[in-house]
């Protein structure tokens, strides 16, 4: 193991010694390890681990009872050895975490007992299922068997080997044809419809990202998807309600998220991301690689029109570091707009796929590296024809003027999802997999 866990301090104050031997001691004794317990329990230390195409970021902080996140240490690492989601170099990814949560523990000098990952890749996928049982005992109403039983039959989904359930939300129960009912039990009716969203992974994607983690030192708690991750950092309850679209713009990928009415709706995961544009400045531009990524983000802009057409560029040549070769910024912007606009064309055609279109009043919220470009926004709102807004971390405690950018969206949101939504994904022991795999086989 790399990290070692250091013995957990009474909280600080003047020292009560434990009473001596008998049995007044030993109940003052139980008492007061108690009372410290209880003083402990008040917060949650938590790490947040976003791995993505371009950098590993680690957030570490602790949640309060009231929900509220303090966060106490960042770290970020250059990502090499991951490719659009999916860990495609074990060492290097390995590096890279432990150069991000050295950085983190440096800072917040604690080491958290649950960590949760994000993980994100076009072998997301979001499936909307329904299934329909009949009533045990219509005359004494639905109960909560009657609901499990609906759940279950809906979970049942015919997939690849190769895949696994990495979420399952709730979406409606339908009783005697009427939808909308989110608490069914107690109702009169013969058949019990449900309907949920449910979202599955890559087997080997996910393994991977525990077997990386695992070896860089730490144990997983559990994987959440960045996508809703993110959702957790920059949406607000009433966009939620109201119906809002999320657009997290990586460097491999874009994840989307649609809501409405507080329910998740959509997800979808698409192939191209910031790293798509820095590669068509550098082609066009031959410029290397890094030097078109800080063309993009010193200069870079989503409106040509809204760039001085005379402005001038300069880089240093490929063959020639002397020598340097003159762009137009405007040119610069062009690429950059074409590209941005391809990606804004497959977020519309997920937001006609997921079926409440014409119901997102909340309009679409960017959040990610790439959503840091100046005019993506106005590019948005003009293909997407509605309100867009860049959503920043917001409500937070500690470092909350280094966390509150887009960079930090998922890894932020990841310490409010084990706040308020509880554990994701939790990769079941061996042993356990083994077993229900029998009793599926033999019945």
Known sequence: ??????????????????????????????????????????????????????????????????????????????????????????????????????????????????????????????????????????????DRRDCMRARDKALKVVMPATDEILHRFLKEYVVNEQPGIQNPVGLFGHNLQVRMHIVTCSTAAANNLFRCIRRAGLKTSSVVLQSLASAQAVLTERERELGVVLVDIGGGTSDIAIFHNNILHHISEIAIGGDMITQDIAKILRCTPHDAENLKKKFGHAVPLSVD???????????????????????????????VEDILVLVQQQIENSRVADQLYGGVVLTGGAALLEGITEVAERMLNCPCRIGKPSGLLGMAGVASTPIYATGVGLLRWAAEEGPG????PWLVRKTKALFDIYG
Not at 320 to 339: D, F
């Open 425 to 428: 994904y939790q990769r079941e």
């Open 309 to 339: 057409a005379d402005e001038r560029i300069e880089l240093p040549r490929p063959n020639h570091h002397h020598q340097r070769v003159s762009y137009s910024r405007r040119e610069l912007a062009e690429i950059i707009e074409a590209r």
């Open 1 to 142: 193991m790399l990290f070692t866990r250091s013995a957990l301090n009474f909280p600080a104050g003047p020292v009560q010694p434990f009473a001596p031997a008998g049995s007044k001691g030993r109940s003052r004794n139980l008492k007061l390890i108690k009372r410290h317990t209880r003083r402990r329990q008040k917060t949650r230390l938590i790490t947040g681990l976003d791995l993505g195409t371009t950098k590993v970021c680690a957030i570490i902080g602790n949640v309060e009872e009231d929900g509220s996140v303090n966060i106490l240490g960042i770290g970020s690492s250059p990502s090499r050895g991951i490719r659009r989601g999916v860990v495609t170099d074990i060492g290097l990814t390995v590096e890279a975490i432990r150069g991000a949560y050295e950085q983190a523990y440096n800072l917040a000098r604690v080491h958290p007992r649950e960590l949760l990952v994000g993980i994100a890749g076009d072998h997301i996928c979001g499936l909307n299922r329904e299934a329909t049982i009949e009533v045990r005992n219509p005359e004494a109403g639905i």
